[in-house]
């Protein structure tokens, strides 16, 4: 297996969720490209702690899932109080800070 | 390694066109559904890589609750089940320069950088024991500072999700 296979495909993976990211209007489909993003990089890491015989791309990617999981709580939570206070989780209506 | 690159072409393919789906489906419960068969991808490909132990971990961390909070919080935040129309900015369109020009800038970075690197055949695997020493020695501190924004984390959910 070439390294560069696992490399391309999580700069595939990466650049969806950026776009997704852009794109998208609704915070949980928002929420939903940032966990694209992480595990574009966790496939990174593996394949990087592969290739050099190590087991710290291992630890590195426990920990971003852990990471990832208190993101999408602290996420929702606050999705949650979003919609409970204006019926609506539309990114660009959230624009009381604009000058 | 022939059967390995046959495997990793299907895992790899899937995994593309259910990404694709997840930033362009139209109905947020199926993206989420979407979302679950990428997580499982990777769980496959990591295993592919030899990281038994984070495969596992990524099924039952992402698989199992990630996409339950995800779910959750579709359900709670939206009354109509079904398509929607307006899931995507008014100006969604930017975003396809913007992703197809950084993939292009990681492509030729990546392409150039690593050639024909092969990932080593015989492999020593990674134990979970060498997993828990890394944790537990060197990245102790790491670790510990993990496990307080876990703490932080819970009780921050629950301080903004409360009902006074």
């Known amino acids: ?99 | 390694m022939v059967a390995q690159n046959i495997f990793f072409g299907i895992i790899a393919t899937i995994m593309v066109v259910a990404a694709f789906r997840v930033v362009s489906v139209r109905n947020v419960v199926h993206a989420a559904l979407w979302l679950v068969l990428v997580m499982s991808g990777a769980a496959a490909l990591y295993i592919l890589l030899a990281a038994e132990f984070v495969g596992v971990t990524q099924i039952l961390v992402y698989v199992g609750a990630v996409m339950v909070l995800l779910l959750f919080g579709t359900m709670l935040t939206r009354a109509q089940i079904g398509a929607e129309k307006d899931l995507n900015h008014r100006s969604w369109a930017l975003g396809i320069p913007v992703a197809g020009m950084l993939f292009l800038a990681m492509a030729v970075a990546l392409i150039g950088g690593f050639e024909d690197d092969q990932l080593p055949e015989n492999l020593d695997r990674v134990t979970v024991q060498q997993i828990s020493d890394d944790l537990f020695s060197p990245y102790l501190v790491p670790f510990m500072a993990l496990s307080f924004v876990l703490v932080a984390t819970v009780i921050g959910a629950i301080v903004l999700a409360r009902r006074d």
């Open chain 1, 1 to 99: 297996m070439l390294i560069n296979q696992f490399l391309l495909l999580g700069a595939v993976l990466f650049c969806l969720g950026v776009y997704g990211v852009i794109a998208r209007r609704n915070a949980v489909m928002v929420l939903m490209s940032i966990e694209l993003i992480l595990n574009a990089v966790n496939i990174n890491l593996l394949a990087f702690a592969l290739m050099n015989g190590t087991s710290d791309g291992h630890a590195f990617a426990l920990m971003i899932i852990a990471i990832a999981a208190a993101e999408v709580g602290v996420g929702l939570a606050m999705v949650l109080l979003v919609y409970r206070n204006r019926r609506s989780i539309a990114l660009d209506e959230l624009s009381e800070m604009k000058g």
